[in-house]
């Protein structure tokens, strides 16, 4: 126990905590741009500096607290310097806020007009640099760029990918790929964290809503829209509600608003993903196949493999991702039932990740050859833009269902969304399959929650299973590395690129923290728990889709439609 | 000259740098062969006791270096000497490596020897080639001999160490810079704490000591850490080697007792301005040190009155203050690594500033902005270079304030880009 003063304020702290910890528990507010929670601390940008009772000026953020310390966090000489750390940094950006993707959410404005800044003392010796936007899910702007190292620290600590670091050196100092190259897709997996944790807008997923206007104002198009699982425990925060909100049928009020002619459930074809890859699984342990097999549902992950590991191709599932399942029934099944032609039909996703803009835009990904079978990929954030230009009150819309025929979903489904969702939905279908007897217990709670890498054993057939759950790259490859050496006891594993799953993804609102991802976590088991159906087997309408459409899992259709192949890349 | 004390320069021009033999013969290794005699703490109680401040510049004590590695749980250690010597104005660490580079070695074998460190390293400035291949035979000398590497004078004691080198930058001379240079990144400081003495080398308990502050080792050993206080002032103990340069008579690295006269070692032991000339001003401890009016050197040679790293740079009448403060500002803009905004950024108005005012068209409130920027960058600057880059800003406007304020232009316009 640390006893200090901050503000004059006597404050009882825990040891090791930091002066920025002990001040935002108690309510004081210090401003913080290079500061990330959950990432390392560089206290790079010098905006969070305290005056502590040896008259020292430290940064916050990276000074522990000690016994007896004062600490002052806005004394004229603290003001002072932070205006000055600031009026830097705006003097080297472009500071045209009004035409920015940022405005008004924008960290750097935010300390800038907190401080009263009205002049900059020092100019402007900002010169225009080229955008980067040849990566089809990320625009780096380095005009905007403050060099507070978040992107670079999210990419190579939590990702272990480093395709963008610090390269030159003084007022040249600059984010950039290797060699100044662009943030091709040799490199990026396009999960996007950088953008997320970017405090301006000097790398911002690539915003695609103008296209999708122009498609909801073309009176002959038909436009679908389907919304992914994590979507739902998202997009209130993202419209000002509380983290974990579950604004499911207000977000398809909102989408039905915005002029989508179905709004569909991307968990329909989570469940169908589950029909799928479980028989996948089961075929390839009973008939022999490539093990473990690995899933297949997160892009960037199969950028991933794709990228560094080309000798486990064979390990990941074939399955589509629900994304793509669902832009291969929308442009065939549905549009034959409905009589469009799928010309005049316009699919659209809402998703909780910047990678699936690159997936939709997969060259396998055409079930017609001519156009994407997804349209068009926005990601929350680009969804909150949309439903905040069209002046939406999102808080007084109406609950609304989704539109069938892909609206009946089950739990399964609804846990898609967080690390350990794919797996868990897997495990009640193909445990039921295989033992032919109901489980139980459908909770396998042993694959939930943040930890990085989780295990479960499951019976089957009277074998014991081994399966494991990953998410983040970095913890990816430690379990990825075993299997290329031949030591994984795995049979089954499930990989999610980003931290959380998808529900923490890189298109996710921003401002995203692990505490908020469990927030996030929590409302993805409470969906599920509160469903009807909560085993994607028991999904009537997939059950009739088979029958209708399918025919059968691993039959002719669905491996035409359902089913992909990868490449190795780089 | 009497006012010159010869301890670490005392071999300097008798001994062949190239021969251990020489080094041995005048009475080298002998305090490495009696402290794996002594007990760790006995050793650094002496160091505590000769009140050893390192000589890099920020005249930490070294005593506490040395107890808080061994007060460390981790027992993989490092010891590093850093031989980086890129403050302009300094070549002293040059002199100590060329002329007698065992004397370092053996402070080191004796730090790591007191911590039980297994590896040592120094950090030669890129540009060192001769002090590089002096320091590299010396070690296999030192290996050769039993000083270095396994089982170190029969005491089963191993430890050994290796050369490293920069590509160049300043800013590795910096503490935290030089241990990421080290490990292989590109040089850039950490925030501290934690210190390097806690998570140093590959986060690693590290001891980090500039060339002659481990050179100071073996003679507080010899003579006692007791004798050794004798030697300097209250703060200052012991000897300090100076590099006067500039417009000196007689330019080159003298060792003096702490406490001397600045104003003596210049007018004694550099011979005054050359040609005659009047002393303008003088800058201590190098580019980044504060610059003092002719008329301010009569102060005490002590770590009181900034002599940092050593360096006494003498300008004479001919030099104009802007002109100095412009050089050393590109200096700086040109070495920031870029880490940290203050420096990052304000470097390089500093130097924006600093020529408009050297062309006669600054105004009265870029030179203000110009003095608070200096003053927030000594402030919040993540580490020595940001801070110290401002320093000889600050003290000239101290001093030379009216000669700079004639530089400005007439009237104050509202343009400041």
Redesign the interface.
């Known amino acids: 126990m640390v006893e200090l003063k901050i503000n004059n304020k006597p404050i009882k702290a825990e040891k090791g905590q930091t002066i920025l910890e002990v001040a935002r528990d108690n309510n004081i507010d210090i401003p913080t741009l290079c500061y990330y929670p959950d990432l390392d ?7 969070c ?1 305290v005056e502590d009772d040896w008259g020292n ?1 430290v ?1 916050a953020c ?3 607290v000690r016994d007896g310390m004062e600490v002052k966090t806005n004394t004229p ?1 603290v003001l ?2 932070r205006r ?2 600031t009026e ?2 705006l ?2 950006h472009d500071t045209n806020c009004t035409m920015c993707e940022k405005n008004l959410h924008c960290e750097l404005q935010r300390i800038a007009s907190n401080l009263g800044i009205k002049e900059n ?5 900002w010169e225009k640099k080229e955008i980067d936007d040849h990566n089809p899910s990320v625009v780096r702007n380095p005009n905007r760029c ?2 507070c190292g978040r992107c670079i620290e999210v990419c190579k600590e939590v990702q272990g990918i480093n395709v963008i670091d ?1 390269m ?6 600059s984010v950039e790929p290797t060699y100044g190259r662009y943030l091709s897709y040799e490199d990026c997996t396009f999960c996007g964290q950088c953008s997320s944790v970017c405090p301006v807008a000097a790398i911002t997923e690539k915003d695609e809503t103008d296209r999708v206007w122009e498609a909801l104002h073309d009176e002959k198009k038909h436009v679908v829209v389907q919304v992914a699982p994590a979507v739902r425990v998202s997009l209130g925060e993202e419209m000002g509600q509380k983290p974990g909100s579950i604004v499911t049928e207000q977000m398809v009020a909102a989408l039905k608003k915005l002029g989508f002619d179905r709004v569909f459930d991307t968990d329909f074809t989570a469940d169908l993903t589950i029909i799928e890859e479980g028989h996948e699984l089961i075929e390839r342990v009973t008939e022999g196949g490539a093990l473990p097999m690995m899933t297949s549902c997160c892009p960037g992950w199969i950028s991933y493999v794709e990228q560094n590991y080309p000798d486990l191709i064979d390990n990941l599932s074939t399955c589509k991702s629900p994304q793509q399942m669902f832009g291969a029934l929308a442009k065939t099944y549905y549009a034959e039932k409905e009589g469009i032609d799928p010309k005049d039909l316009f699919v659209v996703s809402m998703m909780p990740c910047t990678a699936k803009k690159f997936e939709a835009s997969r060259e396998e990904m055409s079930v017609t050859g001519e156009d994407p079978d997804v349209d068009v990929v926005l990601t929350t954030r680009e969804l909150g833009r949309m439903i905040r230009q069209m002046g939406i009150d999102f808080d007084k819309l109406e609950k609304t269902p989704f539109d069938n025929p892909f609206g009946i979903t089950t739990g399964a489904a609804a846990i898609f969304g967080a690390t350990g969702g794919v797996m868990e939905a897997a495990l009640r279908t193909v445990s039921e399959v295989v033992n032919k007897k109901p489980l139980e217990k459908l909770d396998f709670e042993t694959v939930r929650g943040m930890d990085g890498i989780k295990e479960a054993e499951v019976e089957l057939g009277g074998n014991k299973v081994k399966v494991a759950v990953a998410h983040t790259l970095s913890q990816a490859r430690k379990v990825v590395e075993d299997v290329k050496a031949g030591k994984s006891e795995y049979a089954f594993i499930e990989v999610m690129a980003c931290p959380g799953g998808c529900i923490g993804g890189g298109g996710q609102p921003y401002g995203t923290t692990n505490a908020i991802r469990e927030e996030r976590i929590r409302s993805t088991y409470q969906v599920d728990s509160t469903m009807k159906l909560r085993k994607s087997h028991e999904n009537p309408v997939i059950d009739q889709l088979y029958k209708e459409y399918l025919e059968k899992p691993l039959g002719h259709k669905s491996h035409k439609l359902l089913h992909t192949h990868y490449t190795k890349r780089n | 000259m009497t006012m010159e004390k010869r301890i670490l320069t005392a071999r300097f021009g008798k001994i062949d740098p190239l021969s251990i033999d020489d080094y041995i013969a005048n009475g080298g290794y002998k305090a490495l062969a009696a402290a794996v005699k002594m007990e760790a703490g006995s050793i650094i109680d002496e160091i505590e006791t000769s009140k050893l401040r390192g000589r890099g510049g920020a005249a930490f004590p070294t005593f506490i270096k040395l107890k808080a590695l061994v007060g460390e749980k981790e027992k993989t250690r490092y010891i590093v000497c850093n031989a980086d010597e890129g403050e302009p104005g300094n070549f002293k660490d040059r002199h100590l490596m060329e002329q007698d580079p065992h004397q370092m070695l053996e402070g080191m074998i004796i730090s790591a020897y007191v911590t039980q460190a297994q590896k040592g390293y120094i950090y030669i400035r890129g540009e060192y080639d001769k002090s590089m291949a002096i320091v590299k035979k010396a070690l296999a000398q030192a290996r050769e001999k039993g000083y270095l590497g396994k089982n170190i004078l029969d005491t089963g004691f191993d430890f050994d160490i290796e050369v490293r080198s920069g590509a160049g930058a300043y800013v590795c001379g910096e503490e935290f810079a030089l241990i990421e240079s080290l490990e292989g990144k590109a040089g850039r400081s950490r925030p501290k704490p934690p210190f390097p003495t806690n998570a140093g080398v590959f986060l690693k308990p590290t001891m980090l000591n500039n060339v002659e502050t481990f050179a100071n080792i073996p003679h507080i050993l010899e003579m006692g850490g007791a004798e050794y206080a004798k030697i300097g002032t209250e703060s200052s103990k012991g000897t300090k080697l100076v590099s006067i340069s500039g417009n000196a008579a007689n330019r080159g690295v003298f060792e003096v007792p702490f406490g001397v006269s600045l104003k003596d070692a210049i007018e004694k032991l550099g011979g005054g301005v050359a040609d005659g000339r009047q002393l303008k001003m003088v800058q201590l401890s190098g580019a980044s040190g504060p610059i003092l009016p002719a008329d301010k050197i009569d102060i005490p040679i002590d770590f009181d009155h900034d002599i940092g790293a050593g360096a006494i740079i003498l300008m004479d009448e001919r030099t104009d203050i802007v002109d100095v403060l412009v050089r050393h500002a590109e200096f700086f803009e040109h070495e920031s690594c870029g880490k940290c905004t203050p420096c990052r950024e304000g470097n390089l108005h500093l130097v924006r500033i600093l020529r408009k005012v050297q062309a006669g068209s600054a105004t009265a409130s870029e030179l203000k902005a110009a003095e608070n920027l200096a003053d927030a960058m000594i402030n919040t600057s993540l580490c020595g270079l940001g801070q110290s880059a401002p320093v000889p800003l600050a003290t000239a406007l101290a001093s030379f304030g009216d000669q700079i304020r004639d530089s400005l232009a007439q009237t104050e316009t509202k343009e400041n880009a």
């Open positions: 601390i560089h206290s790079e940008c010098r905006v500096v000026l940064t990276s000074t522990e000489r002072e310097s000055i750390v830097l940094m003097a080297n003392r020092f100019g402007s010796v403050v060099k610090y030159n050196r003084s007022h040249e100092t």
